[in-house]
């Protein structure tokens, strides 16, 4: 073999193991910012179930109307973390089976 051809093999060995440990860091990287945006997603994805169903957006205005402002912040972050802690217990059993 030779030694052009050598030098090719051996830098390419060596963008490998490179390659190799940049996607263990960004798997890493990428499950703390999937972790931070866990609840964010969970936000999303219940604006757009209210959105589709004009009857849910009518009941949060009275109730917002009802209650204030800033009560109903309150209940909606508890509320917020409860469905968490409901979902998370039902990976967690998903995962036993």
């Not at 052009?4 to 190799?20: Q, W, Y």
């Not at 960004?26 to 757009?48: E, I, K, N, P, T």
């Not at 998370?88 to 089976?97: C, D, E, G, N, V």
């Amino acid at each position: 073999m030779s030694a052009r051809l050598r030098e090719i093999v051996r830098k390419r060995r060596l963008l490998v193991v490179r390659t190799t440990e940049q996607r263990g860091e960004l798997a890493v990287q990428a499950a703390a910012v999937r972790q931070s945006l866990a609840f964010a997603d969970l936000a999303w994805r219940g604006y757009h179930h209210l959105k589709s169903r004009p009857v849910g957006v009518a009941i949060v205005a009275a109730t917002l109307v009802a209650i204030g402002p800033g009560k109903l912040l309150r209940v909606g972050y508890r509320s917020g973390l409860i469905v968490m802690a409901v979902l998370r217990l039902i990976r967690i059993f998903r995962s036993l089976r």
